[in-house]
């Protein structure tokens, strides 16, 4: 029987766990590792920085829900790579780093690149080891697949010693994809929520990227079509239901977040990205929606907390409910305020798009921009000024299209996310606007998208 190196079993884990591309910089001691994933026909781009294949990494687990893979080379190589990690963790997106190690006979003789890096990453993770036998390679990758993916995602690392990577065994058991669970929230709850709704006479439905992510946009266009409450989407909420529709108060955000009476928290955490609740009226009732039991109550007391898969959770309350908030909603008070509101913003955008002063503002060159993108167009927007513009100026019809520093805020995601991006998209347009210090972090990677033959426009 021919045997088989680790690398070889770790590619043939990987693709038992559905992975397409691993995005990495290959060298010692995981230069073994890129050619066996790539035998196995899982396509492998190549790097020029482990920051910037970190980010990649994370990007692609929010656009398809599977754990994004990261490969990188031992010491710096994962401490680099430690930002995708911890960026994947704060956003609750799933990824999988694989890092190699030196070898395990030499640990404490000050092997080259000798770090302890199991235990740097698991204050950052949700599952950080060690296979202690290439035998076990398999169950470890399905640990790892497994917990970055289910409940709230995150993070999960894996420790390659080189003895490990290139050693040899006869044969392995391969272990189970993984095949995280989903729940439904408590009947109980749901039922509570829909009197909180039922009597509610400004309600406001708030998106946040975990709808996303949960790809819950059918599931929460329904509601709005038939609670036919306003709804404000978050930065990476936009498009989960389409910016043009008519009760999309994003022109009134700070309006409508004041003047609610009961908020609907849809995968959106009270974070600085909501002003920690500051903003929410004092006598406002929540309803929060998230898979995570701890999300709950964070910063602001809760009227009602519905724990559970959110397309699930939702479509529980869209059942339950009777039809509008109200018997005709264009006559509600709160409504007419808001598009009056709104209506009175717009027109200051539009003075702002039609300047002509020099130097040319944001809004000048960002009307000009939005005049030519496709209909489809995946933008990713990093920067300070430029990604706070931005998100005022374009508008997404699409869920998922729209990219940006989320919620860990950190520069320099810009190139990894729209290789990975284009990656996902082979057949939309990926455009990054990015400010001129956010680009200096990652414009190398330039190189890698045209070594990739990935047609972006930066």
């Not at 399905?142 to 690392?157: C, N, Q």
């Not at 003895?163 to 995280?180: T, W």
């Not at 609740?277 to 910063?299: H, W, Y």
Request: charged share 15%; net charge negative.
């Amino acid at each position: 029987m021919a045997s088989l190196t680790g690398a070889q079993v770790l590619a043939q884990a990987l693709k038992q766990q559905g992975v397409q591309v691993v995005f990495g910089i290959v060298g010692i001691p995981v230069v073994e590792i890129a050619d066996a994933i790539q035998a196995e026909g899982i396509k492998f781009i190549g790097f020029r920085n482990e920051q910037s294949c970190s980010y990649a990494a994370s990007a692609w687990g929010y656009l398809t829900q599977q754990p994004g893979v990261c490969l990188a080379v031992s010491g710096p190589g994962v401490v680099h790579a430690l930002a995708g990690i911890v960026h994947s963790q704060v956003n609750t997106w799933p990824m999988v780093l694989i890092g190699g190690a030196c070898e395990t006979l030499l640990e404490g003789a000050g092997a080259f690149q000798e770090f302890r890096q199991v235990e740097m990453c698991r204050p950052y993770t949700k599952y950080s080891a060690r296979p202690a036998s290439i035998g076990l390679i398999p169950t470890v990758v399905e640990r790892a697949f497994t917990a970055a993916a289910a409940g709230r995602p995150g993070a999960s690392y894996i420790d390659l010693p080189a003895d490990i990577i290139q050693g040899q065994v006869s044969q392995v058991e391969s272990a189970p994809s993984f095949a995280p669970a989903v729940g439904m929230a408590d009947p109980a709850a749901v039922a509570r929520a829909v009197e909180l709704l039922a009597a509610a006479k400004s309600p406001l439905l708030v998106v946040g990227k975990g709808a996303a992510y949960a790809r819950a946009e059918e599931q929460i266009r329904a509601l709005v079509d038939k609670y036919q409450a306003p709804f404000l989407p978050t930065p990476m909420g936009k498009g989960v239901v389409p910016d043009d529709h008519s009760r999309n108060v994003s022109s009134a955000r700070s309006a409508a977040l004041a003047g609610a009476d009961v908020i609907v928290l849809l995968g959106a955490r009270v974070n600085w990205l909501l002003h920690f609740g500051r903003r929410f009226s004092p006598t406002a009732k929540l309803i929060q929606i998230d898979v995570c039991p701890e999300e709950m109550g964070v910063n602001v007391p809760l009227a009602v907390g519905l724990v559970g898969h959110l397309p699930l959770v939702v479509q529980q309350l869209t059942d339950a409910l009777a039809g509008p908030f109200m018997a005709d909603p264009e006559e509600s008070e709160f409504v007419r305020g808001l598009v009056a509101h709104g209506r009175k913003n717009a027109e200051r955008q539009n003075e702002r798009y039609l300047n002509d002063e020099l130097p040319m503002t944001y809004y000048r060159a960002f009307a000009e921009i939005k005049q030519r993108l496709p209909a489809d167009v995946v933008l990713v927007s990093e920067g300070a000024n430029t990604m706070d513009i931005a998100r005022t100026v374009f508008d997404f019809q699409l869920p998922r299209r729209r990219l940006d520093c989320a919620t860990f805020a950190n520069m320099g995601v810009g190139m990894g996310y729209a290789i990975a991006a284009q990656e996902y998209y082979v057949g939309s347009r990926v455009v990054a606007i990015v400010g001129d210090s956010a680009f200096g972090f990652s414009a190398m990677e330039l190189e890698t998208a045209v070594r990739a033959r990935l047609p972006l426009i930066i």
